[in-house]
């Protein structure tokens, strides 16, 4: 497997999670606002959290764009690992990386799905996206 594509992938990889850091950061920041009936802040937030949704979505195409290149069987290996999973073994210390950066996105996004569920099912109850 052609190690300069896995070195972009892992690349994308760093700036999609530093994304998801500040996605959650920036939820929790909604859920203390909503707490003190800040709205106006809370409106501001939610621009900027998606602000940074957009740019996860904009690494995410990268990251398939280089995936694209690959023979069909790396494809799949590829995807794994990024998923965290590690089911196909890794062939090297990139591989390695990317599957250790895919579980820390996986585990920040668990995390702010639930801080965003929580927040829904405050502000909507049983009409939450969650029920």
């Known amino acids: 497997m052609e190690d300069s594509i896995l070195l972009e992938i892992l690349k994308e990889m760093q ?19 909503l707490s003190r009936n800040d709205s106006t802040s809370v409106q501001m937030l939610l621009g900027m959290r998606q602000d940074e949704m957009d740019k996860v979505d904009l690494f995410d195409k990268n990251i398939r764009c280089l995936i694209s290149v690959l023979p069909q069987a790396e494809t799949d290996q590829v995807e794994y690992w990024m998923r965290g999973q590690e089911n196909l073994r890794p062939n090297g210390q990139i591989s390695e990386k990317i599957i ?32």
Do not use: P, W
Not at 17 to 31: A, D, L, P
Not at 102 to 119: A, F, H, P, S, V
């Open 15 to 33: 700036k999609k999670y530093q994304c998801m850091s500040e996605i959650e950061r920036i939820t929790r920041e909604v859920g203390e606002f």
């Open 100 to 131: 250790e950066k895919g579980k820390d996105i996986q585990q920040i996004l668990q995390r702010t799905i639930e801080i965003d569920k929580y927040i829904s099912m405050r502000i909507a109850g049983t009409h939450s996206f969650y029920n």
